[in-house]
């Protein structure tokens, strides 16, 4: 022990930075700052430091080459000892890691902590939000399976809807004319080096304008945020208050250790993401979904209408960033409790709602045709008990002609279209072989693809299909 | 203190150091920005557009569309099987082709050829085209991509090289050839 400090103090008389470490951790903070809510920053600051350690060990393994990473994620799932342990805490981390980050800011934004002086703090915090999201994406299309090269060329496709200089952009993302081995390359290079490293500078700044200005005080309704003033008030709080080691940081500790263990529990109980099937482009039997923090957007790519896609899909990202950065701009003062600011309470709210109920759209994907319905999910029995020869034959172009990709008959079969257990009291046989032959509504039209038996046949077929005993629909214009 | 702050022979020459220092860097840019810049300018010279073989036509019948794969004209030692690029071929009738490309035209999911209902449907967000390419629904704002194509020695040979974009594209027609 007293080697151990004679250590202590032989390092400190060089080095220098016993006394500045000591006064920063017992600087003193309100008394109020020392609380369960105030845990998320330094939380997601833990998960960070695991990603570093859990990253740096995948690294020694991983090959960032596109004929091989996929075959090196084998290896680190089956081949090496608890290597799919390290890649689930990786994965798993980085969803822990996006969420606390999340929670953080709505935190933050609710407690009015990014008010004067604090803008630039969290102004800094955007840009931390934004690396960690590049972290996702990035960490996702280094995980190469088909969703990660599918998903680097919904990137490409939406890149190269930027106007003029779009194509220079596409190939500026992937390194050259196609997904490949120059795309893994740079993906890996932003994921390793460049944006950790801009990370941790950033974190740093982060934490030295926390450190210099202080924690953010458990705001009061009435309590007034003026440029003039709060320096004053706020001294006056810290005065009374409490040091941040260990008054405070103890719940800092609990927290961030149960965070860990969660994510170890994760892991170990739910295992690795993926790879799924291999970055092979031949391989079309392919359905690729984004990450979980990624699906909002798959879904508004599938609701949005055609001509909005481009404009929105260009203008909401950086529109959505300057609101972010404007925060602090434009309410820099003024009322930091969450009571007195319902605008700031709802707007959270509608955006907490959108992105919630878009996420989970896309757990569902009503729009997007089940390619194998046609072959997988045949009319049920009891829609074609006590039906007609021709009736049947209409069951059976129904099925050969994947109508069951978009329309689903008996809970089974996609969700593009309408279910058709009812079409008979919506539609008349003449607006049944319009919408057929014609299409429209966003259903193809199958004029050409369909003989007039044919279409006779399934038109008959869909007549029948209605509850017993209720009148099929009825064409007003005819007595 | 303000002393100090008069320019001296000593902050005059700080000032030329600091302005050398910039002259450098900003040379030695040139070569980093260019280096970073490179894949605009195709690979070792060559375009990246090029003509490749499909396969012999008997390979495609009259009447119907098959998928088939060909090796990008310019690749990495490296890519493995990602330069095996898909597309699906259309013979209308003995010389009449169309080269569609894999990718939807919305946001580049690989299309799927449904030869009963004549349609191409797309697993992503549900775009459908026609068996001619033209657009049928969802959200793609324009028909599939199509290849140059032409009819050499018995094969079937397109202009190919690009992950297939609307930047890669004529935007303006609804089903133009590939002019990228
Ligand atoms: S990528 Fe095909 S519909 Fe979106």
Sequence with gaps: ?479 | MSETLKPTRRTMLTRLGILLNAGIGAVLAVPVVSYLLAPLRGKNGAPYNQWVKLGPLEQFPEGETRLATFRNPVVRPWDGQTADIPCWVRRIDAEKFQVFAINCAHLGCPVRWFAASGLFMCPCHGGVYYADGSRASGPPERGLFEYEHKVEDGELVILAGQLPTLAAQDRTGRRKTCDC
Excluded at chain 1, 112 to 139: D, N, Q, S
Excluded at chain 1, 351 to 359: D, E, I, N, P, Y
Excluded at chain 1, 377 to 385: D, G, H, Q
């Design chain 1, 1 to 479: 022990m007293r080697l151990l400090k004679a250590l202590g103090a032989w390092l400190d008389f060089r080095l220098r930075l016993g006394e500045g470490i000591r006064e920063a951790a017992t600087h003193p903070i309100p008394k109020s700052s020392a609380s369960w809510w105030y845990v998320f920053g330094s939380a997601a600051l833990t998960v960070f430091g695991i990603q570093v350690v859990t990253g740096i060990l995948l690294a020694i393994v991983y090959v960032p080459s596109a004929a091989q990473a996929w075959s090196s994620l084998q290896v680190l799932n089956h081949d090496l000892t608890l290597g799919w342990f390290l890649r689930a805490m990786h994965g798993w981390a980085s969803n822990f890691m996006v969420a606390l980050v999340l929670i953080h800011m709505i935190q933050v934004f609710l407690f009015g902590a990014y008010k004067f002086p604090r803008e630039l703090t969290w102004i800094v915090g955007v840009f931390l939000l934004l690396m960690t999201l590049g972290m996702a994406f990035t960490g996702q299309v280094l995980r190469f399976d088909q969703d990660a090269y599918w998903g680097l060329g919904i990137g490409a496709s939406i890149t190269g809807r930027v106007p003029v200089i779009g194509g220079a952009l596409v190939h500026l993302l992937l390194g050259g004319p196609i997904i490949g081995g120059d795309t893994l390359s740079r993906f890996f290079a932003l994921h390793v080096f460049i944006i950790p490293g801009l990370l941790i500078g950033f974190v740093g700044l982060h934490l030295l304008m926390v450190l210099k200005l202080g924690i953010n005080e458990w705001p009061m309704p009435g309590r007034i945020v003026r440029r003039e003033t709060y320096l004053k008030e706020y001294e006056q709080l810290t005065h009374e208050g409490v040091p941040f080691v260990p008054d405070a940081i103890w719940k800092d500790l609990v927290f961030g250790a149960a965070i860990v263990a969660a994510i170890g529990v994760c892991a170990a109980v739910f295992g690795p993401f993926g790879p799924k099937g291999q970055p092979d482009p031949t391989i079309i039997q392919a359905s690729p979904r984004p990450d979980f923090f990624f699906l909002w957007l798959f879904s508004l790519l599938s609701l949005l209408p055609p001509q909005m896609e481009t404009p929105v899909l260009l203008l909401m990202p950086p529109v959505a960033i300057l609101i972010l950065l404007l925060v602090p701009v434009l309410s820099g003062e003024g009322e930091k409790h969450w009571k007195k600011r319902p605008v700031a309470v709802l707007t959270v709210l509608v955006v907490a709602v959108a992105l919630g109920s878009f996420t989970h759209l896309a757990s569902t994907t009503p729009w997007s045709p089940e390619m194998d319905a046609w072959s997988g999910a045949p009319v049920p029995i009891s829609e074609l008990k006590g039906r007609s020869a021709l009736e049947r034959r209409g069951a059976l172009v129904f099925q050969a002609k994947q109508c069951r990709n978009c329309h689903r008959l008996g809970r089974e079969g996609g969700m593009r279209g309408p279910a058709l257990d009812e079409v008979a009291l919506r539609l008349t046989s003449d607006q049944l072989i319009r919408q057929v032959l014609q299409g429209g509504g966003n259903m193809p039209a199958y004029g050409k693809n369909l003989s007039p038996a044919e279409t006779t046949a399934l038109v008959a077929y869909l007549e029948t299909l209605k509850p017993a005993g209720r009148a099929p629909a009825h064409d007003a214009s005819q007595p």
